[in-house]
């Protein structure tokens, strides 16, 4: 019996070692959502795999659906924001943070295109533009605001903007300079109501 095989830019948001050299891996894909898949032998030195399936990278992966779990079938390296932020810590640490939320906050496999395009703007933005401590702070209030909006958590709230249609852009972060203190209110509304 044949399985149809999957192929489709994933964001690797985290994993877990599984037995001698496998890896249990979350991907966020357009047309999938959420999704586990088991890598077998991935952490092994001769795995071809390996280099395309680290944490915190956007791939293109194959996957072919078991009876329990997606297994990984192929994969081509995409970017590596954990080597393209090396040299940013402020950056990657961020961005360590919003894969967690994701995690924790995306449910099950159903087609993801908005948050998947939030995703890719998103980062990057962050690769690009030099940011300091404070717009920095302002891009994650305003990322997870639109990731929170997205999947249904937070309602938009008043401003002269449609915050949740615009793209973030260095203008977009200026404008809403003054809205951080409600922004950081609901975010933190909406976290703490989702008890996760």
């Not at 995690?103 to 087609?111: C, F, N, S, V």
Request: include cysteine; charge should be positive; proline fraction near 2%.
């Amino acid at each position: 019996m044949s399985h149809h095989t999957y192929t489709t830019a994933a964001f690797v948001l985290g994993g877990v070692d599984v037995g001698e050299g496998s890896r249990s891996l979350v991907f966020y894909t357009r047309e999938l959502g959420l999704l586990y898949g088991l890598a077998r032998s991935v952490r092994e030195v001769r795995s071809k795999l390996r280099f395309a399936l680290q944490p915190l990278s956007l791939c293109e992966v194959s996957l072919v659906r078991g009876r329990d779990v997606w297994r990984v079938t192929g994969a081509r390296a995409g970017i590596n924001y954990y080597h393209v932020l090396q040299d940013a810590p402020h950056k990657l640490a961020l961005l360590a943070r919003v894969f967690s939320l994701a995690r924790r906050l995306i449910r099950g496999e159903e087609p993801g295109g908005e948050v998947f395009e939030l995703f890719e703007e998103g980062l990057t933005f962050l690769v690009e533009e030099e940011l300091n401590k404070e717009e920095l702070a302002l891009f994650e209030c305003l990322f997870i605001f639109k990731l929170l909006h997205l999947l249904g958590y937070v309602a938009s709230f008043e401003t002269r903007r449609t915050l949740p249609d615009e793209k973030i852009t260095r203008e977009l972060l200026v404008a809403m300079a003054s809205y951080k203190k409600k922004l950081v209110h609901e975010i933190n509304k909406s976290l703490t109501a989702t008890q996760l």
